[in-house]
């Protein structure tokens, strides 16, 4: 059973940058692509980003797309958010999650994910 806690979560200003971890264990990250979503109050969890678990290949969503980097270290068993330029759209609760490689690489959809972290709230103010 892996576990996954997020950090890094907070308050930031509109432009401004956060970095979110991801840290796991009971488990190897080598084994998952690793993803990040995300859900504002009132809307559907989103995706945001994912990796896939030998770091060939990443996703982003289209908002943003250009601002924010996912990156894993998995000897560290951590992955990684980079959020520059945030807006006040980026606010929202951030999760990241597991999905084992018999998943196949599927990123964009929550339903392929088998671990979710509680979550990390990042806010943006304008």
């Known amino acids: 059973q892996v576990q996954l806690v997020e950090s890094g979560g907070g308050l930031a200003q509109a432009g401004g940058s956060l970095r979110l971890s991801c840290a796991a264990s009971?488990?190897?990250?080598?084994?998952?692509?690793m993803g990040w979503f995300r859900q504002a109050p009132g809307k559907e969890r989103e995706f945001v980003s994912a990796?896939?678990?030998?770091?060939?290949?990443?996703s982003y969503a289209d908002s943003v797309k250009g601002r924010f980097t996912i990156s894993r270290d998995n000897a560290k068993n951590t992955v990684y958010l980079q959020m520059n330029s945030l807006n006040v759209e980026d606010t929202a609760a951030y999760y990241c999650?597991?999905?084992?490689?018999?998943?196949?690489?599927?990123?964009?959809?929550?339903?392929?994910?088998?671990?979710w972290g509680q979550g990390t709230q990042v806010t943006v103010s304008s």
């Open positions: 999650a597991a999905a084992s490689q018999g998943s196949g690489w599927w990123p964009r959809f929550k339903d392929r994910y088998d671990y």
């Open positions: 009971g488990g190897s990250l080598s084994d998952y692509a």
């Open positions: 990796i896939h678990w030998s770091a060939s290949r990443t």
